[in-house]
């Protein structure tokens, strides 16, 4: 497979695409009248017009993260994961880095384009706090919360002129999620502590309650996700943090974003939530072939 699919992870946008979905939902749903995606009614704020970009921006700003996560990378993955694409030769590391510098700029002009100034700024927040990641938080211990904080931005970049405050809840939950996912990650290679693993799970059935209380619609997208993810990360706890098991969990995690950003949207809009929950399937059977990690 061409060797920059793999370096952005490709197949991984896929969980990223719901993130302004969710966004849009809380304000252009439930409490306005409308529907989140394509074609809201009243006051609503939903994903219509121009602001269907908005999906396409997120994904542009995580494929470019991706590469230059690879660049930053590229002498500690040299020694750990060799077959990744810098290291292995497949691409160069300043290909890698003009491929993050390309992307970032198309996300951010499609966020301009797609939410004018509110969602250019917000998506130059991101693209700075993508950047601040990748080449400085990552191994320090603000690392989880920095990723974190980016999820909850691709989220609020889906928010409405006026909305963010209302987007506010579902930018909190999936960056609770992230901030667990991006914590038990760390492990991938060496493996993680009990302890660790035994917060990461609390954390998730804390997530999924959250994510849930919102009718029973939500409850459904919120089930699907505490099962994908919950057991993935019981096997970790049940394996004493083994490196196999995080790597596994770690995957499911990534995947398990679907499932809460569909419960998140059903809350504003079922039609919206069937179209994100859709991305799984997808995500999970090309996630064998391109890890998302």
């Not at 100034?117 to 950047?131: D, E, M, N, S």
């Not at 909190?172 to 060496?190: M, W």
């Not at 693993?197 to 994510?211: F, H, M």
């Not at 019981?234 to 004493?240: D, F, K, M, P, T």
Request: charged share 15%.
């Amino acid at each position: 497979m061409n060797p920059y699919l793999h370096l952005v992870r490709a197949p991984a946008a896929l969980t990223v695409l719901g993130d302004t979905v969710a966004g849009a939902a809380a304000r252009g749903g439930a409490w306005r009248g409308g529907a989140a995606l394509g074609g809201a009614r009243g006051a609503g704020g939903g994903l219509r017009g121009r602001r269907l970009l908005l999906p396409a921006a997120s994904v542009a700003l995580y494929w470019s993260g991706m590469a230059l996560n690879d660049w930053a990378d590229r002498r500690l993955d040299a020694v750990e994961r060799p077959e990744r694409p810098i290291p292995s030769g497949r691409v160069s590391p300043d290909r890698a880095l003009a491929v993050a510098g390309g992307l970032a700029a198309l996300g951010l002009g499609l966020a301009a384009v797609a939410g004018g100034p509110r969602a250019l700024a917000t998506a130059t927040a991101l693209a700075g706090a993508v950047c601040a990641y990748d080449t400085v938080l990552k191994d320090t211990p603000a690392g989880p919360l920095a990723m974190a904080a980016c999820r909850g931005l691709d989220v609020l970049l889906g928010a409405p002129p006026g909305g963010v405050r209302d987007a506010l809840p579902a930018a909190s939950v999936l960056a609770a999620h992230t901030l667990g996912v991006t914590a038990l990650s760390r492990g991938e290679v060496r493996g993680t502590s009990p302890a660790v693993a035994r917060a990461v799970l609390a954390g998730t059935a804390a997530t999924a309650v959250a994510a849930g209380a919102r009718g029973w619609r939500s409850a459904v997208g919120a089930a699907v996700y505490a099962a994908l993810v919950g057991r993935a990360q019981l096997a970790v706890v049940r394996s004493g943090g083994g490196a196999a098991e995080v790597r596994a969990a770690t995957a499911a995690g990534v995947h398990g974003m679907v499932p809460l950003q569909a419960a998140l949207a059903a809350h504003g809009s079922w039609r919206s939530a069937l179209a994100v929950a859709c991305a799984l399937p997808p995500a999970r059977r090309l996630g064998r072939t391109v890890g998302p990690t």
